[in-house]
């Protein structure tokens, strides 16, 4: 079956601009988690979402946002992007509470 | 949210096994240890997950203590393809929030 899907892979942005990335979770998984990973502080959770409705929330500024589709689809907006916001953006799916999270291969974001 | 302590990096040889400790002291009643291996812009991928004494999979071993304050993975006979980084989380229930940290960057020489 198809894995975690993240598109796109690589995307370039301005300083002051905002952008969506989207991840198409493992059919049947309700579970999708976003993570922010940057060389100097590993992997940081950004959010959870489970059946459209936001699970749990990391320690980012509102300028970080997403939502989940019926179809357990989701989107992440990172809006007035600053420098600091260049980072592989992971997305995991899985079936529900304490099972396997099988991640994408990531967004490559370069704001510049 | 338990807190854990990995090495930032180990050497290893090729048909070597390989064995990474984690601390996770406060660990709670209701959490499981998971770890995953990571590959240069690439997403983490599950390796295995314990609860308490020994579990072992085709690809490594996990071993947790009485106490569960730590855990060990063991890979056995490494090859130059296990070059990585490892992570060890601990997770409870239905709480995602995990805390990941920089992860144990495993070299395999020839």
């Not at chain 1, 100097?40 to 749990?56: K, V, W």
């Not at chain 2, 709670?28 to 770890?35: K, M």
């Amino acid at each position: 079956k198809a894995g975690v899907t993240q598109t796109p892979r690589y995307l370039i942005k301005t300083r002051g601009q905002q952008v969506t990335l989207s991840c198409s979770p493992i059919s049947g998984h309700r579970s999708v988690s976003w993570y922010q990973q940057t060389p100097g502080q590993g992997l940081q959770f950004l959010f959870e979402y489970f059946s459209e409705t936001q699970r749990n929330k990391g320690n980012f500024p509102g300028r970080f946002s997403g939502r989940q589709f019926s179809n357990s689809r989701s989107e992440m907006n990172v809006s007035t992007l600053e420098l600091g916001d260049s980072a592989l953006y992971l997305c995991a799916s899985s079936l529900g509470a304490n099972t396997e999270a099988f991640f994408g291969q990531g967004t490559r974001l370069t704001v510049v | 949210l338990a807190k854990t302590t990995q090495p930032i990096s180990m050497d290893s040889y090729e048909g070597q096994e390989v064995n990474i400790t984690c601390s996770h002291n406060n660990i709670a009643t209701n959490d499981y240890i998971t770890w995953y291996q990571q590959f240069p812009s690439q997403g983490p991928r599950f390796i295995i997950q314990g609860y308490k004494t020994k579990v072992t999979n085709e690809v490594a071993s996990l071993f947790i203590p009485a106490d569960r304050k730590s855990s060990t993975l063991s890979l056995p006979r490494v090859s130059l393809s296990d070059t990585a980084v490892y992570y060890c989380l601990v997770m409870a229930g239905n709480n995602r929030k995990l805390i990941w940290g920089l992860g144990t960057s495993l070299a395999v020489n020839p």
